[in-house]
């Protein structure tokens, strides 16, 4: 599998800024994903980020909210913008060699917004 | 509609116990099926998946699954838990044409000496 990281690992941001979220894979993958873990709840996927093109997002989530950019087949990143305080969780990135295959899965990037 | 469901919200189990985790799923083709672990400040481990064939897989750390089509089912096992099994546990599944995975609410397994 892939070694996904994720910078930063934490932080703590006031209402109202953006913080962009940087995801590296080792190795190109084929695809790669976004998820948030909001406490105590489970991972809902925030969107499909497509290399050279525009991410593809899911119900309830849109780009504004959450620019996302995808230039080449190893790096990612996820910007949540205009943060509130229901903002804060946890944010993972995924990928995924095809269709079929196990995800895997970066250490998570824990956003706290006061 | 598609889901995942995980029945138990929370687990107690003593060290050396046997632990069994449910999820059922529902969706209309058998999808790929997966249970990932995580434990307290880390990220998400995948302990195992199934594809197809044998419907008893094995995983890491001792863990195993059965899937069960009858039952829509893919319980997670282990024989014997260890204090360090203490995590939260997700079960997840991609339909088998897609790429996109759903998990479960997720299940809390708190080990007791």
């Known amino acids: 599998s892939a070694v996904i990281s994720q910078k930063p690992s934490r932080d703590i941001c006031q209402r109202g800024t953006s913080l962009t979220i940087q995801c590296q894979v080792d190795?190109?993958?084929?695809?790669m994903f976004w998820y948030r873990q909001q406490p105590g709840q489970s991972l809902t996927l925030i969107a499909t980020a497509n290399q050279g093109s525009e991410a593809t997002y899911e119900s309830g989530f849109v780009i504004d909210k959450f620019p996302i950019s995808r230039p080449n087949l190893t790096f990612s990143t996820l910007t949540v913008s205009n943060m509130s305080p229901e903002d804060s969780s946890i944010y993972l990135c995924s990928e995924i060699s095809g269709q079929g295959d196990e995800q895997f899965f970066g250490p998570g990037t824990r956003l706290t917004v006061l | 509609a598609q889901s995942v469901t995980q029945p138990d919200i929370h687990i107690t189990v003593s060290e050396g116990a046997s632990l069994e985790l449910r999820c059922n799923y529902s969706?209309?083709?058998?999808?790929?099926l997966f249970w990932y672990v995580q434990s307290p400040g880390q990220g998400l481990q995948l302990l195992l998946k199934?594809?197809?064939?044998?419907?008893l897989v094995q995983g890491i750390k001792g863990f195993e699954a059965e899937f069960k089509r009858s039952q829509s089912s893919f319980n997670l096992r282990k024989p014997s838990v260890h204090w360090s099994d203490a995590a939260e546990y997700f079960c997840a599944v991609v339909p088998s044409n897609d790429y996109k995975l759903s998990f479960g609410a997720g299940t809390t397994v708190t080990v007791r000496a």
């Open positions: 969706y209309g083709a058998t999808p790929y």
């Open positions: 190795s190109q993958v084929t695809m």
């Open positions: 199934y594809f197809s064939g044998d419907t």
